[in-house]
Nanobody
Framework: QVQLVESGGGLVQPGGSLRLSCATS????????MGWYRQALGKERELVAR???????NYGDSVKGRFTISRDIAKNTMHLQMNSLKPEDTAIYYC?????????WGQGTQVTVSS
């Protein structure tokens, strides 16, 4: 069973940056898609960014131009660089990895944007 461990969340002021990481217990090549989702208090979980088949990249409309998803294949780790953070980016951020047999989620990491 694949394990995903997120890190890098925290408290940041509006306009600041954070970098989230998701370490996987298996080779990144074993996944058809990897991505980041978030869930704010009282709202449904939504897509932040994802990489499909190692090539196609999708971003949620609210983060386009501010967030960048990437993978470090040698370290089996996925990252989310978040710039120009806004209070509405406050949420729990979850890492997700999917293959034909797996749909794995990390435990989540809290991101709070506040002055």
């Amino acid at each position: 069973q694949v394990q995903l461990v997120e890190s890098g969340g925290g408290l940041v002021q509006p306009g600041g940056s954070l970098r989230l990481s998701c370490a996987t217990s298996r080779s990144i090549f074993s996944f058809n898609a990897m991505g980041w989702y978030r869930q704010a208090l009282g709202k449904e979980r939504e897509l932040v960014a994802r990489i499909i088949a190692g090539a196609e990249v999708n971003y949620g409309d609210s983060v386009k131009g501010r967030f960048t998803i990437s993978r470090d294949i040698a370290k089996n780790t996925m990252h989310l660089q978040m710039n120009s953070l806004k209070p509405e980016d406050t949420a729990i951020y979850y890492c997700n990895a999917r293959s034909l047999r797996d749909n794995a989620w990390g435990q989540g990491t809290q991101v709070t944007v506040s002055s």
